[in-house]
């Protein structure tokens, strides 16, 4: 546009605007909303700049070769996010030009300074740009403002006790940056960041304002130091990683600037809707028993099935009754008193899905006689029933009103899930305006029915509530492969689903989890964090930018690989795992993840690294990112595959490159975004997937085990055998013969999990499983359909696994991780062969405070070695076999130390011994190849 025209084009808008009453956010100027005024005030700069100066009117110019640096202005009280995002943009600013860091400081710059840019509202910007842009209405909401020789950058801020609560000028810092000085941040680390380089930084003049719809933008990152404590410092992992602890700290640094840029870390509703009532059996169940859910068997907060019992953290409330009422406000007024901004308390009754709800008159007088069933467990009693909701709306509606009656007109809600037994919405109760819900549903990580199914309930929710929130497990979604590293996208869909809630009344997100598997699920992962701030936003274009960004010459490529994924994954969707955690993922992942498959994403990989080759050095960097991810893709798939042969009765070597491919990834990029380590670590232990993603061991194959005595006698003593959290043990038995085996779930401390159990034939097919409830024992039997050795598998979370008899010999099997037994006195037995020069025996106790003793005793019953009080560095048992020395039966004795009692005792044999062991010397099983030519008349075993 030339000068002439451009004066007469500012001549007409100031003709319009002054005769329109256009609303504030009526009108689009360009890609900015702007209202009347605004456009006025921009009109009279652009004509005085034009007319002037005789340049390109309006051009703001913030950096210019030869010429002074901007200065970034703050308030001098500038709350704590408008600081720490000037420093933000005082940094990128700074790497865009290439030049030394820009001042950031809370006075006024002299004349010799460059353009100002203001950060945080101060009198002065009113000086420049007037008082009525900061007039904010709605929460969070700011204003970026550009004419010559300034830029403000100015939001709704607020500061209640020690905690900022809204946030607009950080907020609109991280937008500028994005949207008008062009930084992207695709995942967290220097890789992921793309920030162009420029000698001159200039725009037109312009007037940009915003409110985010969704005041809650919470993806739960999972942290690295914490999974480090919880992971890697377990005693059961044998391999620690060099600096761990400070490359985790500084990946968790940089996720928290990822949370910054894209505006989730700031959000201004805190929906607090957490299961509320975990803690409140411990305090109050000796003087206030009725507090708690009358159970069909009379009692109170007890006895619920899967294993949830006394005392716990899923024990359910008798919620009709005024007294509980009344102490959940005194909690409230507790929670207020040392943090006075919050304005949301749960009333989500503790987890437990569909177990253990009240069965008292008052409590079932709330629900209604019809409507949606769910399925109701007790203690010995199950049930269908219609569904909660009904009963917990009024509940909350209870509260609510509470709230009102005690705060007045304060802004203070009930927070409250609907989820579980009390998902659907209500048939009969209208819900307080001060209750806010938040729906638990994977919306477009779920088959279609159930995609649809959820939006209908979302819909009737948001017809009622006045503040609706997300709360998806999207990272738990389809088999629970967003866990192990495999490619979960579900990016169109996202981008579906969010326009539709937005629609109906969205105001807040909360995702469990982002595990950091970012080059596997990195696009989705951004598309959530972009969709969060604008849930309307073009997925399409959002997804063009991030390839383009990313991956320059190869972004058609990479696009194009990231498109198979997700085809495939609306596949397994449909199959009906998206409603699974884990269950049958060695079942999923061959189905759908074929050869054909990662043949043709190979193809594409190949093709994107051809086209960066000659490119630049980040670009090659990037693509090689993505193709760490395509190796872990490979090498699960091979793995799951080969492990499940192995059960079959392969040999384990041929797992054994699979696996080492596995961890080596893994290892090999720690310090890095490619692979979440720790939480794959973590999965693979608690979600009972050791042996399809586990180290490949002799012992996990079906068929090659026989006894060592044809007398195999069961446990007699109920003390012999108590492993704590998890084992796998093992029975031998003929085809046809009844096998007996009496299982207990041993309590510790106040842990209340269920102890789970599969049993695996010969062939590795199920033969039987089940639950087993907090301190109850359960006879399981079965005809053993073939002669072999069948495995029993147990879970019990943190609790013990106790076998108290048995009429077979009962063996525990190591599973590539230290056998964990409880700290009581234990005898176990173990194989040594004679063609062996030397062996390792391994016992640990747990930390400084944990101690144990250890015995090892020869096949003759003398003892070899002792010793007491062992910490958690453990103590390695090193035999050589010489003529004093018989192979045979050999038995280990362990047990607390001297100083200070053992909670947990650690063992594990060499790599040479058969990783099995027996707690009756007649039980011993073998593998075939070193039990053949045992004499069972050895005194040994008799």
Same mark, same amino acid.
């Given at each position: ?287 206030n028993p009725d507090f708690f859910a009358l159970q069909p068997d009379g009692g109170r907060g007890r006895n619920i099935a899967t294993g949830w019992s006394t005392p716990g953290q899923h024990i ?86 509470? $709230?009102? =009656?005690? %705060?007045?007109? &304060?802004?203070?809600?009930?927070? /409250?899930?609907?989820?579980? @037994? #009390? ?90 989890s982002v595990y950091h598997h970012w080059s596997t699920q990195g696009p989705q992962y951004y598309v959530l964090a972009q969709l969060a ?8 274009? $959002?997804? =063009?930018? %991030?390839?383009? &960004?990313?991956?320059?010459?190869? /972004?058609?490529?990479?696009? @194009? #690989? ?125 979600? &009972? ?254």
């Amino acid at each position: 546009m030339y000068h002439g025209e451009k004066i007469l084009f500012n001549l007409c808008l100031i003709h319009c605007f002054a005769k329109s009453e256009v609303a504030m956010d009526a009108c689009m100027f360009g890609e900015f909303r702007v209202c009347r005024w605004l456009v006025l005030g921009v009109c009279m700069s652009l004509m005085v700049a034009s007319a002037s100066l005789g340049e390109e009117a309006g051009e703001v110019v913030l950096v210019e070769p030869g010429k002074a640096l901007p200065v970034i202005v703050i308030p001098q009280d500038a709350p704590p996010h408008t600081a720490e995002a000037a420093e933000e943009l005082a940094h990128y600013l700074s790497r865009i030009v290439g030049a030394d860091e820009i001042v950031v400081t809370d006075e006024i710059p002299n004349g010799s300074a460059g353009a100002t840019i203001w950060v945080g509202h101060r009198p002065e910007v009113e000086d420049v740009f007037g008082a009525e842009p900061f007039a904010f209405e709605r929460p969070e909401a700011f204003v970026v403002m550009a004419q010559p020789g300034h830029v403000a950058i100015v939001g709704r801020d607020a500061v209640v006790g020690r905690a900022q609560v809204e946030s607009g000028t950080a907020n609109g810092v991280y937008t500028f940056l994005q949207k008008h000085l062009g930084v992207r941040w695709l995942w967290p680390g220097e890789l992921g960041e793309d920030v162009p380089s420029r000698e001159r930084v200039a725009f037109e003049s312009f007037v940009y304002e915003y409110h985010p719809q969704l005041r809650q933008r919470l993806l739960r990152l999972t942290t690295n130091r914490a999974g480090h404590v919880s992971v890697l410092g377990r005693t059961e992992v044998d391999r620690p990683i060099p600096d761990l602890e400070a490359i985790a700290k500084r990946k968790d640094e940089e996720v928290s600037r990822w949370q910054r840029v894209q505006r989730l870390a700031h959000g201004s509703f805190n929906m607090r809707a957490q299961h509320a009532f975990q803690d409140w059996w411990s305090r109050y169940q000796a003087d206030n028993p009725d507090f708690f859910a009358l159970q069909p068997d009379g009692g109170r907060g007890r006895n619920i099935a899967t294993g949830w019992s006394t005392p716990g953290q899923h024990i359910k409330l008798c919620v009709s009754n005024p007294r509980v009422w009344d102490q959940w406000l005194v909690e409230v007024e507790r929670d207020l008193a040392n943090r006075p901004h919050l304005t949301v308390f749960s009333g989500s009754p503790n987890d437990g899905t569909s177990n253990g709800y009240c069965v008292c008159e008052d409590c079932r007088a709330w629900d209604p006689d019809s409507g949606p069933t769910v399925e109701l467990r007790w203690d010995g009693h199950e049930e269908e029933h219609v569904a909660l909701t009904d009963r917990y709306v009024r509940f909350w509606n209870k509260l609510a009103r509470g $709230l009102r =009656d005690r %705060y007045g007109d &304060r802004d203070m809600y009930v927070g /409250a899930w609907a989820y579980a @037994a #009390y998902r659907t919405p209500p048939v009969e109760t209208a819900l307080e305006p001060n209750v806010a819900i938040g729906f638990v549903g994977n919306l477009p990580a779920s088959p279609t029915a159930q995609r649809e199914q959820d939006k209908e309930n979302w819909r009737q929710w948001a017809e009622m509530a006045e503040k609706m929130v997300w709360r998806p497990n999207l990272g738990h979604a389809a088999a629970g492969l967003g866990y192990w590293g495999l490619p979960l996208l579900y990016t169109a869909r996202a981008g579906e689903d969010f326009a539709f809630l937005a629609d109906h009344n969205m105001m807040g997100l909360d995702v469990d989890s982002v595990y950091h598997h970012w080059s596997t699920q990195g696009p989705q992962y951004y598309v959530l964090a972009q969709l969060a701030w604008d849930p309307r936003a073009d997925v399409q274009a $959002l997804l =063009d930018d %991030y390839y383009e &960004r990313g991956f320059g010459s190869a /972004a058609s490529s990479i696009q @194009a #690989y990231f498109d198979l994924f997700e085809r495939v994954q609306y596949e397994v969707f449909e199959a009906g795992a998206g409603l699974s955690r884990e269950a049958h993922i060695e079942k999923i992942v061959p189905e759908f993840y074929t050869a054909e498959l990662l043949e043709e994403a190979d193809a594409l990989l190949r093709v994107a690294e051809a086209q960066v080759q000659d490119g630049h050095e980040i670009l090659r960097d990037r693509v090689a990112f993505i193709r760490t991810g395509f190796e872990l893709i490979e090498a699960q798939v091979e793995l799951m595959a080969k492990m499940t042969a192995i059960r079959e009765g392969a040999s384990p070597a041929i797992a054994v490159d699979a696996f080492q491919r596995t961890q080596q990834l893994f290892e090999n990029n720690f310090d890095n975004f490619a692979l979440g380590y720790l939480q794959y670590m973590n999965f693979k232990q608690y979600r &009972r997937l050791q042996r399809y993603l586990g180290p490949p061991i002799p012992e996990m194959q079906q068929t090659n085990m026989i006894p060592l005595s044809a007398d195999s006698a069961g446990i007699k003593d109920p003390e012999q055998l108590v492993v704590r959290r998890r084992a796998t043990f093992m029975v031998y038995a003929d085809g046809g013969e009844r096998v007996t085996l009496e299982l207990e779930n041993r309590q510790l401390s106040d842990y209340d999990e269920a102890l789970t159990f599969v049993v695996q034939g010969p062939n590795g097919a199920l033969v039987e499983d089940g639950s087993i409830n907090v301190g109850r024992r359960q006879v399981v039997t079965f005809t053993a359909p073939s002669r072999g050795t069948y495995r029993v598998h147990c879970e019990a979370g943190r609790n013990r696994i106790g076998f108290r008899t048995t009429n077979r010999a009962v063996m525990l099997m190591e599973e590539g991780v230290r056998a964990r037994l409880s700290g009581d006195e234990q005898v176990l037995y173990f194989w040594v062969p004679e063609d062996i020069d030397s062996f390792e025996v391994y016992v640990s106790g747990r930390g400084e405070r944990s101690l144990a003793r250890a015995e090892l005793l020869d096949p003759q019953g003398s003892v070899q070695a002792e010793v007491d009080n062992i910490d958690g560095d453990g103590h390695s048992f090193q035999m050589k076999m010489a003529d004093s020395l018989r192979p045979g039966l050999w038995t280990l004795k362990v047990g607390p130390g001297s100083k200070r009692r053992a909670q947990d005792i650690f063992v594990r044999l060499g790599g040479t011994l058969p990783q099995v062991f027996a707690v009756e010397p007649k039980g011993m099983l073998l593998p075939e190849e070193f039990g053949k030519d045992w004499d069972a008349g050895d005194p040994s075993v008799q």
